[in-house]
């Protein structure tokens, strides 16, 4: 999914350090376009913080009804330096990017595009699709690897059961089971569902830090409540997490590593290192595929989608600085 804002901030992000035990984050609501389009509840990045490890952008919506041309149709858009991780519950979304993939994504499979130097792709719900219900992630890639060729992956994570609780480990490692897809640094993304009054006891990677995305359910955390669409973090140093279900069950989204100890420049689709890398992204996309249509370009083209690609936004008027 693109980032549709037509006014995107710029995020300069570092890791900033709370004693808090558990922070939580509250959404706030994003439209991705005209008055049909999506609305999503955007909980990373925020001023309070912008990544949880390498993950850097979380986007929740749904359940919406698919009717009347209001479901997905992200048109082909560039990104740069990231992966997108798309993670349905219910739905379908089917997927088209320049490397020449073109792949279908259903509640409880990972759809993975490796954007590296440089992709476009695009995202459109199905006739199939009643409904649409699911998150959109970005993983940040380490300057090691940000400048990889492009390529995309799928997976179906098999449910495992810990305690009371199933989870799906859809990228790195936890409870057992590992995921397959790509991950450039220590990562872990997974979905937990736990029945209504059940606890489950997750062991953890105590150098990662962790984000608790609450779907839907009474969820306690460390035994304090996250109300739905709101995302808690807990810092390094815990080799456990407990969950807990109230009166209603509750399905959970896990995300979490290392830290990334680098600063990243987020700006519409584009992740960089700077001002100038940021505006050089732009203008190769906007020369390349808006301007000249070139298949040989930095991003590419992406083949049976029918409309034209997306502009990219206007810059600010003033320099890209980093925000404190």
């Known amino acids: ?31 991705l376009g005209g008055p049909r389009a ?23 919506y749904g359940p919406d009804p698919v009717r009347h041309g209001n479901g997905m149709r992200v048109p082909p858009h560039p990104h740069t330096g990231l992966q997108t991780v798309s993670w349905l519950f219910a739905g379908e979304i089917e997927h088209r990017d320049s490397t020449g993939a073109h792949a279908s994504v259903i509640p409880g499979e990972i759809n993975l595009m490796t954007a590296g130097a440089g992709i476009q792709h695009s995202e459109v719900s199905t006739p199939e699709a009643t409904t649409l219900h699911g998150a959109q992630l970005w993983i940040a890639l380490p300057e090691s690897a940000r400048h990889h060729p492009p390529f995309f992956e799928h997976h179906s994570p098999a449910p495992v059961v810990v305690g009371s609780a199933t989870v ?33 006891r997750l062991v953890v990677d105590a150098t990662f830090e962790h984000g608790i995305l609450n779907d839907s359910g ?47 420049v987020m700006w519409w689709n584009f ?54």
């Not at 300069?12 to 706030?28: M, S, Y």
């Not at 040989?296 to 003033?318: C, I, K, N, Q, S």
Request: net charge negative; hydrophobic share 40%; aromatic share 4%.
């Open 1 to 31: 999914m693109s980032n549709l804002e037509v006014e995107p901030d710029e995020v300069v992000c570092a890791e900033p350090h709370t004693g808090r035990r558990i922070e939580l984050l509250a959404p706030r609501e994003v439209p």
């Open 168 to 200: 799906r480990v859809f990228v790195g490692e936890l409870a057992g089971s590992s995921s397959p897809v790509t991950a450039f640094s220590a990562l872990v993304g997974a979905q937990v569902n736990l029945p209504a009054g059940k606890s489950a």
């Open 271 to 324: 992740i960089g290192r700077s001002h100038d890398e940021i505006v050089a992204f732009r203008e190769r996309w906007q020369l390349d595929v808006i301007d000249e249509g070139d298949p040989a370009g930095m991003f590419g083209m992406v083949d049976g989608y029918d409309g034209p690609p997306l502009r990219a936004p206007e810059l600010p008027t003033v320099r890209l600085k980093p925000r404190e």
């Open 218 to 264: 009474s969820l306690l955390v460390e035994g304090e409540a996250v109300a739905p669409s709101h995302l808690a973090y807990l810092a390094p140093g815990r080799a456990t997490i407990t969950l807990t279900a109230g009166e209603s069950e509750v399905r959970a989204l896990i995300i979490g590593g290392v830290p990334l100890g680098e600063r990243i």
């Open 38 to 60: 999506l609305t999503v509840r955007r909980t990373l990045p925020q001023r309070s913080r912008s990544l949880i490890g390498a993950w850097c952008f979380l986007d929740h």
